[in-house]
C-alpha cells in the first residue's frame, strides 16, 4: 500500500525552524540595543551577541542541507494559487538570510583581530586584522539584519493569518502535536 504524504514537517525541520527563530530573535534584539549601550556593557553584549549568531550560522547549515534532503509536506489542495506561488520564494529568501546574515557578521568581527570567546572555548579570528573590510562589512551586515527582520516580521504575519483569518492548517504543519 502507498504511505499517505506527511501533512506536517518532521520533528528535525521543526526543531531547526523554533530553536533557531528563538535565536535569531535573541541575537537581533541584542544587536538593536547596542546603540543605547555604554563601551563597557556592550562589550559583554557584542561577545553574546557573536556567540549567539554563530550558532545560528551551524544551525543554519544544518538546515539547509536538511531541508535539500528533506521533501516539505505537500500544501493542502484548497491554498489559494497565489499563495501556492509565493510561499516557495518566500522562504527561499528567509533561507539565504539565516546564512548570509550571520556569515556578514563573522566577516564583520574577525576583522578586527579579536577572538569570540565562548567561556568554555574560544573561536580565534581566523583572519588578518583588517579595520576598513570590517567596517564594509558592517554596513552589509547591518542592511541585511534590517531585512531579515522585516522579512521575519512578513512571515509571523502571514503564519498568524493563518492561524486566525484562514484557520486552514498551515499554522499547525510546524507545531508539533495536534493539528491547529
Ligand atoms: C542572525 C544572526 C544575526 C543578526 C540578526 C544580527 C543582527 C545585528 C544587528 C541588528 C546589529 C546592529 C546593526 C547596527 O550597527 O545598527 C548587529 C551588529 C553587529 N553584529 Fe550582528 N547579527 C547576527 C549575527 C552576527 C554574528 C554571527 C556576528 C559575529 C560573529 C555578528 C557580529 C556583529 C558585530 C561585530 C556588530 C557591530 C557591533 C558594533 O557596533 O561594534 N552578528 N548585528
Ligand atoms: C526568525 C524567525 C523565523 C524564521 C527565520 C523562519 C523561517 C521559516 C522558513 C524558512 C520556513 C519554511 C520551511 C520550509 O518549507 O522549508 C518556515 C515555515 C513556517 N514558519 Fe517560520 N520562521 C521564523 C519564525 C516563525 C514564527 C515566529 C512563526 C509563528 C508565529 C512561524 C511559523 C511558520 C509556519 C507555520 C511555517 C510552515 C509554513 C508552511 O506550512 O508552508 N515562523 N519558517
Not at 128 to 150: C, E, K, N, V, W
Not at 151 to 162: E, I, K, Y
Request: charged share 15%.
Amino acid at each position: 500500500m502507498a504511505e499517505t504524504p506527511s501533512s506536517k514537517y518532521d520533528a528535525v525541520a521543526m526543531t531547526l525552524h523554533w530553536l533557531m527563530a528563538a535565536l535569531i530573535t535573541a541575537v537581533a534584539v541584542i544587536g538593536l540595543l547596542f546603540d543605547l549601550m555604554d563601551r563597557e556593557t556592550k562589550l559583554v553584549w557584542v561577545n553574546i551577541h557573536n556567540c549567539l549568531g554563530l550558532a545560528v550560522l551551524v544551525l543554519a547549515v544544518g538546515r539547509i542541507v536538511w531541508r535539500l534532503t528533506h521533501r516539505p509536506p505537500d500544501l493542502p489542495a484548497t491554498i489559494d494559487a497565489i499563495i501556492r506561488k509565493l510561499s516557495g520564494p518566500g522562504h527561499l529568501v528567509l533561507y539565504v538570510l539565516i546564512f548570509a546574515v550571520p556569515a556578514l557578521g563573522a566577516l564583520t568581527f574577525f576583522p578586527r583581530g579579536q577572538p569570540v570567546d565562548f567561556s568554555l572555548f574560544q573561536i580565534p579570528p581566523l583572519m588578518t586584522p583588517d579595520r576598513a573590510f570590517g567596517r564594509s562589512m558592517h554596513g552589509l551586515h547591518q542592511i541585511g539584519a534590517y531585512i531579515l527582520i522585516g522579512a521575519v516580521c512578513l512571515h509571523v504575519a502571514m503564519a498568524l493569518w493563518h492561524r486566525l483569518v484562514k484557520r486552514d492548517g498551515i499554522f499547525g504543519r510546524m507545531v508539533p502535536g495536534r493539528s491547529i
